[in-house]
């Protein structure tokens, strides 16, 4: 399964922390990349794209110019579109129906709103996905969705060429810098 | 299962968004309070308490004045004390390691680090907990670690005295009112 993300709406300044964490849970949990829609923010893609250096693997993240033309063309395209929002369907039914439906070797988009998410974000999405429908986070939401859309063998992916990374350990830390 | 969240060295502005999430991840999968040291910050625990108020539940947050008091007197109490860090052992053997440990009626105190967590919460956790050994979120580890440890089961849960509800749907808003 190939996934990517789409943040609508960034915010220069009070979504920094958000939007950044939205691209390192995408990274962390087997997405390749995330375009983000709203107020540009290059500093933001270059910290994203240290970690991508510093962590391995081939994330990448960019800012796109309208969020409504890249939506449109990956729908054009192919892509299932996965909406998260806590007005949708529930994820632990829904998240295996977006898998069946983009297949295994298929294509996911999956639409992260911020502030007002305009109605033809709902219309133009093949699920809208809640993941539980009561207020929390976006970053737990993509985390949670992700982690039950790829049934956890997200946990399995491999970062290659990375310049630090761990090895799980009981206590303490276990850091390799090969 | 019975769910408490120890979060650890809050920073008053810095962290505001982030603890804010965290509890209302822990209230939204099934956990019933957070506990918080570092900073104590009146107006984040009210406000969390405020969104209680409105979509209902029972759920807590306090601060703590000292973390180590709180998580040696869980630990005499017979907590199972479940540390989420990237260090530790993978989140898809560990989650249901916890809940045998626990049992259907036992208690989980879960500790979400802040910047540099001190060896001995490694040394007094039963489990070192990563929610992948990458970089990511607190409130992204705490979503899928609630989520794996209940086994989807918190998206049963009521919450009771609501005075605002959503009713999932394919496409759009239902809002209950009652």
Not at 119 to 128: A, G, R, T
Not at 145 to 150: A, G, H, I, T, V
């Amino acid at each position: 399964m190939e996934i990517h993300i789409l943040r609508l709406s960034h915010r220069a300044e009070r979504d920094k922390r958000v939007t950044t964490h939205l691209g390192l849970v995408g990274r962390a949990f087997g997405a390749e990349k995330i375009l983000i829609g709203g107020q540009r923010d290059p500093h933001l893609a270059e910290s994203l794209m240290k970690i991508v250096e510093r962590w391995g693997g081939d994330f990448s993240a960019e800012f796109v110019k309208s969020w409504r033309s890249t939506l449109k063309e990956y729908k054009e395209n192919g892509w299932v579109i996965a909406h998260l929002t806590m007005y949708g369907m529930p994820v632990r039914e829904t998240a295996p129906k977006v898998a069946k439906k983009a297949g295994p070797d298929g294509k996911v988009l999956i639409v992260v709103g911020g502030e007002k998410v305009p109605f033809e974000v709902y219309e133009s999405s093949d699920f809208n996905v809640a993941v539980t429908s009561q207020p929390h986070s976006e970053i737990s939401a993509l985390a949670v969705f992700l982690d039950r859309l790829q049934n956890g063998l997200e946990f399995d992916k491999d970062f290659p060429d990375a310049k630090i990374a761990i090895k799980p350990c009981q206590q303490g830390k276990d850091i390799l810098t090969p």
